[in-house]
């Protein structure tokens, strides 16, 4: 199994910054993508970024030049940088780590509210 453990989210103004991260545990080998999705109540969860094993990135089009992805293999971690959030990023954020055919697996989300 692999357990994932997200931290860093909370409460912050308009304009300003949060870093989540990610620790996985657990039965990890192989390639994996890591990444970020969210959701907010009544909606289907969405992606905000990927990265693949060797550092390649993905965004969705609403983060593009605001949020960075990042991952440290040593430490089975993945990091989201958030800058410049607006009240349209607040949402539950999940961590997400996909093996392909050998499983996908979710966090238990952390909350991320940005006040206006």
């Known amino acids: 199994q692999v357990q994932l453990v997200e931290s860093g989210g909370g409460l912050v103004q308009s304009g300003g910054s949060l870093r989540l991260s990610c620790a996985a545990s657990g039965r990890i080998f192989g390639v994996y993508d890591m990444g970020w999705y969210r959701q907010v109540p009544g909606k289907q969860r969405t992606l905000v970024a990927t990265i693949s094993s060797g550092g390649r990135t993905n965004y969705a089009d609403p983060v593009k030049g605001r949020f960075t992805i990042s991952r440290d293999n040593a430490k089975n971690t993945v990091y989201l940088q958030m800058n410049s959030l607006i009240a349209e990023d607040t949402a539950v954020y999940y961590c997400?780590?996909?093996?392909?055919?050998?499983?996908?697996?979710w966090g238990q989300g952390t909350q991320v509210t940005v006040s206006s």
């Open positions: 997400n780590l996909d093996r392909g055919s050998a499983g996908r697996y």
